[in-house]
């Protein structure tokens, strides 16, 4: 099962890589970090619709995701948690936990896709 919180790490680098080597003069890379949360979070919307993420789920995703984070801190957030049993702990009601669960592996599909895009091409 995809952790969460490490995909998000792993997109987050991948997002200061591209932002911070632009492919050609023209590119200009994003405004520190306000510019490349503004990318993450674009990436995630689309994701989050691709995959036919509710309302409700994507405010339990977003809002779990911070809870988690509160938890155990940043750094240690990737060793310590499955982001799912997170999911499946805090949502609001047992079908909105097993509405994420359902359309997990379509959101983190399209993320690694997204992210991939971000990475200069030589």
Not at 4 to 21: D, E, P
Not at 44 to 69: G, K, S
Not at 78 to 96: G, H, W
Request: with cysteine; aromatic share 6%; net charge negative.
């Amino acid at each position: 099962m995809v952790n969460m919180l490490a995909l998000c790490s792993a997109v987050a680098f991948l997002v200061v890589s591209a932002c911070a080597a632009p492919t050609d003069e023209s590119s200009a890379p994003a405004q520190g970090p306000g510019g490349i949360a503004r990318l993450f979070e674009q990436m995630e919307q689309r994701c989050f619709q691709e995959a036919e993420l509710t309302p409700e789920e994507i405010t339990t995703v977003v809002d779990v995701r911070r809870r988690a984070t509160d938890e155990v801190g940043s750094q240690n957030v990737n060793r310590q948690l499955d982001f799912l049993d997170y999911i499946d702990r805090y949502a609001s009601t047992p079908e909105i936990a097993q509405g994420i669960r359902s359309k997990w592996n379509a959101f983190t599909v399209c993320v690694g896709r997204e992210a991939a895009k971000l990475v200069p091409r030589p």
